[in-house]
């Protein structure tokens, strides 16, 4: 009985690249998840095991990034639309009839000053990303309140580095004058009210709005040298700004972005085209309380 070849693509999945327009003071930023498939003349890779006509996908994703340099990314379709014909039209052979590139982009918006303006310029949070949370103890007498945040994206694309650290034998990491600081923000505090019948509830909400807003002016705010020091700043800040607040705790995983080296190809990386990875990653964590104060909120 005879076997046929179906339907059949192969492609790069998931390229995580950010682009940094530099061009003013005011950066913009494009953070894009990039897959592409390619369809064609692909019989012999699968029948025969002859890569002639086979475009490596280590190639697709180094395109990708490339493109981002050469071109810039003024939208996520204009991207999509300028890399799929690039395969259908200029792969070699013709052995590419079909290109299909699929994007998510994830939005941020700019961090404001402490006095409502527009800020810093290269400060960003992640839209609408972050999610609430509350842990409530009660013993019969009094109770505990912590609340928090967590999945609080944000990014510095300059005023951070990273340098005169202790190395061994194993050290590779270069060290780094000005990079990217990203994180993702899991924060929880925990307020001096006990709810005994003297002591008054604070405004919840307000307290909360109040907060992020504290953490997110002090990760602006700090120009950095390690993110141990912003973690410490953040936890600062809040301190001193929110007396009904005791003690903060915050974890903050190192979401690391690594200039890509496109010298390969003839371009120079002039601190615009980054790999943002996921894994493996930094994790960073802290407590900042008042003094006097035992810390009781669990590390997790």
């Known amino acids: 009985m005879a076997h046929?070849?179906?339907?059949?693509?192969?492609?790069k999945a998931e390229n995580r690249i950010v682009h940094v327009r530099r061009g003013s003071a005011r950066h913009e930023i494009k953070d894009l998840n990039v897959s592409v498939s390619l369809s064609g003349a692909f019989e012999d890779v699968h029948?025969?095991?002859?890569?002639?006509?086979?475009?490596?996908?280590?190639?697709?994703?180094?395109?990708?990034?490339?493109?981002?340099k050469q071109y810039g990314i003024d939208s996520a379709e204009d991207f999509g639309i300028l890399l799929a014909r690039h395969f259908v039209d200029d792969t070699e052979r013709g052995v590419v009839h079909r290109a299909r590139v699929r994007i998510e982009e994830y939005a941020w918006e700019r961090i404001p000053a402490a006095d409502g303006g527009e800020g810093t310029g290269h400060s960003f949070v992640r839209s609408g990303q972050e999610t609430r949370t509350a842990e409530i103890g009660y013993d019969g007498a009094s109770v505990r309140?912590?609340?928090?945040l967590r999945d609080l994206v944000v990014l510095n694309s300059t005023g951070s580095e990273f340098r005169g650290y202790l190395k061994?034998?194993?050290?590779?990491?270069?060290?780094?004058?000005?990079?990217?600081?990203?994180?993702?923000?899991?924060?929880?505090?925990?307020?001096?009210?006990?709810?005994r019948d003297d002591?008054?509830?604070?405004?919840?909400?307000?307290?909360?709005?109040?907060?992020?807003?504290?953490?997110l002016e002090a990760f602006a705010g700090t120009y950095s040298h390690s993110l141990q020091q912003t973690l410490h700043a953040m936890g600062t800040h809040v301190l001193d700004h929110s007396a009904e607040v005791d003690?903060?705790?915050?974890?903050l995983p190192n979401k690391h972005h690594f200039l890509v080296d496109l010298e390969p190809f003839?371009?120079?990386?002039?601190?615009?085209?980054?790999?943002?990875?996921?894994?493996?990653?930094?994790l960073i964590e802290g407590t900042v309380?008042?003094?006097g104060v035992v810390p009781v909120i669990p590390v997790t």
């Open 4 to 11: 046929v070849l179906g339907q059949n693509q192969y492609g």
């Open 47 to 68: 029948l025969h095991g002859s890569n002639a006509d086979c475009l490596p996908t280590d190639t697709v994703k180094n395109t990708v990034f490339a493109f981002a």
């Open 145 to 148: 309140v912590i609340s928090g």
């Open 168 to 195: 061994d034998r194993y050290t590779t990491l270069q060290e780094a004058r000005d990079r990217i600081l990203a994180t993702q923000v899991t924060a929880r505090w925990r307020y001096g009210h006990t709810g």
């Open 199 to 215: 002591d008054s509830a604070p405004h919840w909400d307000h307290c909360y709005a109040r907060v992020k807003r504290q953490l």
């Open 247 to 251: 003690e903060i705790r915050l974890e």
């Open 266 to 282: 003839g371009l120079h990386n002039d601190d615009e085209v980054y790999y943002a990875a996921d894994r493996m990653y930094g």
């Open 289 to 291: 309380h008042r003094e």
